[in-house]
C-alpha cells in the first residue's frame, strides 16, 4: 500500500462520516417532526378500502383466512 492510498481511504471515511452526520441532523430538525409523528402512526390505521389480491380476491386486513 502507497501513503496516497491510505490518505484516500482516510479522505473517504471522513466524507461517509460527515454524509452521515449531514443526514442524522437533517433527520433531527424540529420541521419534520409532525411528518415523523404521521407516518409513525400509519401501521395502526385500518384501511379505508379493501384490497385485492395477486389472485384478484378482495380481502379486508381485519378477515380472518
Known sequence: MTDLWGNAIGVMIVLIMLTFIGIWVWAWRARHKKVFDKLSELPM?????????????QHQDNEDS
Open 45 to 57: 390505521e385500518d384501511p379505508k378500502e379493501p384490497y385485492v389480491n395477486s389472485a384478484g380476491q
